[in-house]
Nanobody, 126 residues
């Protein structure tokens, strides 16, 4: 089954770090732009980061700039989201999306989406 699978979420104290993974199963992420979004309970979904299909550009929402870093490892067919200096307001379900030949529309969305992952929970609490 062609799918994206996220992992790496968990419970972390404020100020802590996590590395989220978005792995593609049964297809290659080459030539896909990949974005990360999050949704907290009672809030709208928020695009937090995006990496262009050739890795030449990365984008971040203002709320995470300087704390989040998106990267890609083609050998592992995975896109990562390193999240540092976590705050309680970062608590959300984090999901990734991939679009073949797509473009990042800033950090907020992709102009084409072929695959969505189911998400991984990040909880920031002391």
């Amino acid at each position: 089954q062609l799918q994206l699978v996220e992992s790496g979420g968990g419970l972390v104290q404020p100020g802590g770090s996590l590395r989220l993974s978005c792995a593609a199963s049964r297809f290659s992420l080459r030539n896909y732009a990949v974005g990360w979004v999050r949704q907290a309970p009672g809030k709208e979904r928020e695009g937090v980061s995006c990496i262009s299909l050739d890795d030449s550009n990365t984008y971040y929402a203002d709320s995470v700039k300087g704390r989040f870093a998106i990267s890609r490892d083609n050998a592992k067919n995975t896109v990562y989201l390193q999240i540092d200096s976590l705050k309680p307001e970062d608590t959300a379900i984090y999901s990734c999306a991939a679009g073949m030949g797509a473009a990042c529309v800033g950090a907020t969305r992709l102009n084409t989406i072929n695959f969505w992952g189911r998400g991984t929970q990040v909880t920031v609490s002391s």
